[in-house]
Each structure stands twice: as C-alpha cells, then as structure tokens.
C-alpha cells in the first residue's frame, strides 16, 4: 500500500493591494486612492475603467481601521449618554435631540456612535471610542467624566450642561421655565404640590427627599427645574418643606411618575398639583392618577416639561413648558463641526427659550 500523501492546505489568497490595481490599470496608485476616495478628481471613464479592474482583481479599497489609523479621522462623532441607551432609544425628548444632530452630521456625511456612561463617568467606551469629537447630553456633574474627556483631547460639546471657560456649552431655560410652570398652576389657586424628578445624584437612591439634597452635586438640568419650582412657591409665600413633597428616583420611562404618585399617598400625602421634570413622568403620573379613581384634572392637576408629541396626543392633553429638543441636538451638532473645521477647541454658548403650553390637565382646584 502506498503510503498517503500529506493532505497540503490551499494557501490562503493575499489580500490584493492597491499597487497591483494601479499597475493592472497602468495608472500611479494615487490615481487609483482618486478612484475609491475622490472621484471628481478624474474623468468617469478613467474612474470605471479602474473600478472594473479593481472588481476583478477582488479590491475594495483600502482597509478603513488602517486607513483611520493613518489620517487621525473616523468620520465619526460619539453622543455620550450618562442614562442607558435603552433610555437614549425610547425616551421621545432623546429621540428629538438625536434626529437634531444626525440632521446636522449628515449633511457632512459624517456617523453617529452612541455611547454610555457609568454613573460614575469612569467608562471604558468613552475612553476607547474612536470619534473624532464628543457631544455630552446631559452629563453628570462629576470630575471624572470631565478628566477622560480632557484627557482624550478631543472637541467635545457639553448639553444640559453649565457654562464653563473654554468649553462648548448648549442649554434651555430650565429654570425660568419650571418657574413659569409653577406660576401657572399657583395663579390657578393651588398650594399643595407634588414633585417629580429623576435622579439628582449618582446614588441609585429612589424615594421622598428634602430639599437640601440639592445643594450637592447632582445633574443639571433637573436642579434647575427644582430651583425654578422651588423660587415660584416661595415667591407665593408657599412653604416648601411642609407643602410640597419631591419623589426622585432612577429614570424608568412612565413606570417612573406612577410609583410617584404611589409614594405621595403611602406617605399620606395628597398634593392638588403635580410638577414633572419631564413629560414622561408626568404621562406616568397622570395614569396612576385614573388607577386610584381620581380624575386630572378635576381632582389633581399635571404640569411636564419638553412638549413631546405624546403630550398633546394623551387625555387629558397635558401642560408642560416646551423646549426644542430637535434644535438643541443641531445647535450642538454645529458648535461640534466648527471645533472639527479649525482642529482647536472653542468656547461657544447657546441657550434656547422655553415656552409654557396650557392644555388640558391643569385647571383649579376643587374647594375643600
């Protein structure tokens, strides 16, 4: 019996280079980087002849990672989020401000990478990802998501964010706008209130708080609307610590503003007015309302913030202070391009108006 041959293995085909196709074409690899990267720079015949050899040698450009590697740019732009990004997909005034920036990137035909943050801002996405640039929506107040930004050297926008030297900032009138909510709801008569709020800190902590659990650090944009709350019932001579209750908790869509209402009548608590910080709360809130039997808003009235389109689809159609959230993603969008364009951070600031929207969840309350 002979004895068997060793079985030899195909090898394996080289990846073909740009260098073959240029000499294929008898053009200069240039020539040939013009055809993939930068077709008006030749005649669409020249362009197709070389596709065509390309195609058949089995050559699809060059590698992009390596590609990215050498020029420094991704074409990439990453939005960090410091909630989930379950909570950056499905939350309507996240889906606004997204549609802005993707609205504004694509005219530069430029990607869109989301990324989420830990609570404590140490997170390896941020610090690994490549992107060429950095829009912060809504990020915690604490140093160490500032240090990995800072350390990255990258452009970076900050949203619901204060203004700081040499950084880009985009805002809404947070304050100025509960303020007007709160006004609205006290010139209807009403002194009891309940208010709403996700997570001040970045202590998973859920339940009835004080108000000096404000004085620390804590996300920006709802301490702006607690201030803005808090200075419209002190302005009415209202007492904050004995008729008004704040529910915070870990954002959790409209579940979220039903274990609100929950908490408000476990403590014996029955406010005549709810404050939302946002409108999904406040939806929530409203349907644990009609769960307990009570009607909004003959028994109770409701108050949200960000106008998203299921507040003037709900019933009752609900009050809330409008913000374009769509405008605040492109204002972002466009500070971040011109730090691209120059390759030097900036310092610009935006702040967007808000408007307080009267619908049918707040009216007066009843007579006691």
């Given at each position: 019996m002979l004895p068997k041959s060793p079985i030899v293995k195909p090898a394996s085909p080289k990846r073909p280079t740009i260098k073959a196709v240029a000499a294929a074409a008898h053009v200069s690899p240039a020539t040939v980087s013009n055809a993939f990267n930068r077709p008006n720079q030749l005649s669409p015949q020249l362009r197709e002849r070389i596709l065509a050899i390309a195609r058949e040698l089995g050559y699809a450009g060059a590698n992009p990672v390596a590609r990215s590697l050498r020029r420094m740019v991704t074409n990439t732009v990453g939005v960090v989020f410091t909630e989930s990004l379950e909570y950056a997909i499905n939350d309507p005034s996240s889906q606004q401000f997204l549609q802005g920036v993707a609205r504004i990137l694509q005219k530069r035909e430029l990607a869109l990478l989301l990324l989420p943050c830990q609570a404590t801002g140490e997170s390896v996405l941020v610090g690994n990802a490549a992107v060429d640039g950095l829009i912060l929506y809504s990020p915690s107040l604490n140093a160490s998501l500032r240090q990995i930004v800072h350390d990255r050297r990258l452009p970076a926008v900050y949203v619901d964010n204060p203004k700081r030297p040499g950084c880009a900032t985009v805002q809404v009138r947070d304050?100025?706008?509960?303020?007007?909510?709160?006004?609205?709801?006290?010139?209807?008569?009403?002194?009891?209130?309940?208010?709403?709020?996700?997570?001040?800190?970045?202590?998973?902590?859920?339940?009835?708080?004080?108000?000096?659990?404000?004085?620390?650090?804590?996300?920006?944009?709802?301490?702006?609307?607690?201030?803005?709350?808090?200075q419209a019932l002190e302005n009415a001579k209202i007492d904050v610590r004995q008729q008004a209750r704040i529910f915070e908790g870990e954002y959790s869509g409209t579940v979220f503003g039903q274990r609100a209402i929950a908490a408000f009548h476990a403590a014996n608590f029955q406010p005549t007015a709810i404050l939302a910080v946002s409108d999904i709360l406040a939806i929530g809130a409203i349907q644990e309302l009609k769960n307990l039997g009570l009607t909004v808003p003959a028994d109770v009235s409701v108050a949200g913030f960000d106008d998203v389109p299921e507040a003037s689809r709900i019933e009752p159609q609900l009050t809330t202070i409008r913000q374009n959230s769509d405008e605040k993603g492109q204002r972002a969008a466009k500070f971040l391009l011109e730090m691209l364009d120059s390759q030097t951070p900036m310092e610009r600031h935006a702040i967007l108006p808000t408007e307080l929207i009267v619908r049918k969840s707040t009216a007066q309350p009843r007579r006691e």
């Open positions: 304050r100025s706008g509960a303020r007007s909510a709160a006004e609205h709801l006290i010139q209807l008569g009403h002194r009891r209130f309940g208010i709403i709020t996700s997570r001040l800190r970045q202590d998973y902590r859920e339940g009835l708080l004080d108000w000096d659990r404000l004085e620390t650090e804590f996300n920006y944009a709802e301490r702006e609307r607690l201030i803005g709350y808090r």
